[in-house]
């Protein structure tokens, strides 16, 4: 035990050094034994897919590949719509290299982690020079390890302000571009207002919602996680802490209710779809609901913007959202490759928002006027991906999240909490995982 702050870093970091060693070896075991399972029916492609709000929807794509694609069948298999919970079942299998999987959907965070493993192939050949230009930038660098693509984009999602377009408009007040700002016109809203209001909204409970957040403030005050190589952390130099000390000495318990160090998603939603906040960080998800008088109080009322930023930075957003893969062990590649093509065409990008309102990866859409029809706010979204980037890249992203996410809910809980140690403490154990993910 830590004397002074509990559990120390250094047991989660051991911990997952342990979990890293037994999952190489574990690699390495199957490769010598191998796989020892039978082909599966040439024509069917074993799709294990992340679970949609819109049921039946994957079912409803299945028939329609199938239709454009005789004689090829898909088997759907329908995972937990937890991203950590499909992450289990998905790694799983790919570690018995097993026969049921072909296609499988990734997270955007996993691909450095799949590609290291050897659990899947990579997709170069679907994304030449002219498809590149095709896909948001920052969809592609998500799906990339070391050169390679590894997944195919198939929808986007990242934090974004919401704000209260109406007391706005009431102090004439304009939509604030930087984090001070933003700051400022809560205070002074929240003052003139006296109804309870809480100046800002946002996720700070100890998960990865909150390594969101705060790489989003970090990444606009001109700092970064990890150097431009990944090489090593580098949260302890003056930008990143100057973004850790705005967060903790600025909003939480000013702008900010303590209370949002225990909220997530849902949590900061309904403050603020309640009507009880200002402002609110969330992803592009909750713009529907807002908008619906059913679950929202304040419909009609919001606006949506990119994130602000530090005096001398540029707005920037934690990109989220999904991709395709290809497994390493599919006894059927051609046939599922074109399952993969498929689902991330302009076609299918296109049905994925109308009819379950994902931001699309191809570029080309949010300028598509049935797209524009349905949802007029995709407008705002193209200037917010452009800002967007990906998590720190590291095949040991899981351990080098879990460290961060005890480091910035310490720092900034406690508002006698000391950044520097703190930081360097958090920068000594994430190092000693890059320098394992090296030598794996």
């Not at 050949?125 to 984009?153: C, H, I, M, N, T």
């Amino acid at each position: 035990m830590c004397p002074r702050h509990g559990l120390c870093y250094s047991g989660a970091v051991a911990r997952w050094i342990i979990i890293a060693a037994l999952g190489l070896a574990l690699v390495i075991a199957l490769g010598a034994a191998g796989c020892g399972q039978k082909a599966d029916e040439p024509n069917t492609i074993r799709l294990v897919a992340w679970k949609f709000n819109n049921p039946g929807l994957w079912r409803r794509l299945a028939d329609q590949f199938e239709r454009q694609h005789p004689p090829l069948r898909v088997a759907l298999e329908i995972g937990p719509h937890s991203s950590t919970s499909f992450h289990d079942l998905l790694t799983q299998k790919l570690k018995n290299r097993s026969a049921e999987v072909d296609v499988f959907l990734m997270d955007v965070i996993w691909p450095p982690e799949f590609a290291s493993a050897g659990w899947a192939l990579p997709l170069d050949q679907l994304f030449d020079a002219g498809q590149r230009k095709r896909f948001v930038p920052a969809a592609l660098e998500a799906a990339s390890w070391r050169g390679r693509v590894y997944g195919a984009p198939l929808y986007l999602t990242a934090g974004v302000l919401y704000y209260r377009r109406d007391l706005l408009e009431r102090y004439r007040l304009p939509v604030p571009q930087t984090w001070p700002q933003l700051v400022s016109q809560a205070k002074l809203i929240v003052a003139q207002d006296k109804s309870g209001l809480a100046g800002y909204s946002g996720q700070f409970k100890q998960y990865e919602g909150l390594v969101c957040d705060m790489l989003e403030f970090i990444w606009s005050a001109q700092g970064r996680a990890l150097g431009p190589q990944g090489e090593r952390c580098v949260l302890d130099r003056p930008a990143a802490l100057k973004a850790v000390r705005f967060v903790r000495d600025a909003l939480i318990g000013t702008a900010a209710p303590r209370g949002v160090l225990a909220y997530q998603e849902p949590e900061s939603l309904s403050l603020f779809a309640q009507g009880g906040a200002v402002f609110m960080r969330n992803w592009f998800y909750a713009w529907p609901i807002l908008s619906d008088s059913k679950r929202s109080q304040v419909a009609g009322k919001v606006g949506l913007a990119p994130l602000p930023r530090f005096s001398g930075g540029e707005s920037a957003s934690c990109l989220g959202g999904w991709q395709v893969g290809l497994s390493a062990y599919s006894k059927k590649p051609a046939q599922a490759l074109k399952l993969i093509k498929f689902l991330t065409s302009e076609t299918v990008q296109r049905r994925l928002a109308l009819e379950e309102g994902l931001a699309p990866t191809r570029a080309a859409l949010y300028q598509d006027p049935w797209v524009l029809k349905a949802h007029p706010h995709f407008a705002k979204l193209a200037p917010v991906l452009a800002g967007a980037r990906p998590r720190p890249r590291t095949p040991l992203y899981p351990a080098v999240s879990e460290v961060m996410q005890v480091y910035f809910h310490r720092a900034i809980s406690d508002s006698d909490s000391d950044l520097p140690e703190l930081a360097g403490r958090a920068v000594q154990d994430i190092d000693r995982l890059l320098g394992l993910a090296r030598g794996q």
